[in-house]
């Protein structure tokens, strides 16, 4: 009987486990936070407007890297010309 008790017990905690951290996951919050916090619109629009803020910024440091790059191809470009017409 002892085996019986042990697996319902077991299937309860792993329900109750997994309706906290599915309900979690279906709130878009981390899986170990509280499921019956309020998030309000307040908090969905800040976390959204951080994680804007992050892709931005990463964005804006890629374009600087390739402006800089295209900006050193064309001094090359340009130093190459002028050692052309000088020569001619």
């Known amino acids: 009987m002892h085996p019986v008790k042990t697996l319902f ?3 309860a905690v792993g329900t109750a486990t997994g309706l906290w951290i599915g309900t979690n996951i279906g709130k878009d919050q ?4 509280n499921p019956f916090a309020d998030n309000s619109l307040q908090h969905k629009i800040k976390q959204t407007g951080d994680k804007l803020m992050e892709k931005s910024g990463e ?3 890629a374009g600087a890297k390739k402006l800089e790059k295209g900006g050193q191809a064309l001094k090359e470009k340009a130093r190459q010309n002028n050692g052309d017409t000088d020569n001619k």
Do not use: K, R
């Not at 981390?30 to 936070?33: A, D």
């Open 9 to 11: 017990i077991g299937l």
């Open 30 to 33: 981390s899986i170990f936070s």
């Open 59 to 61: 964005a804006i440091e």
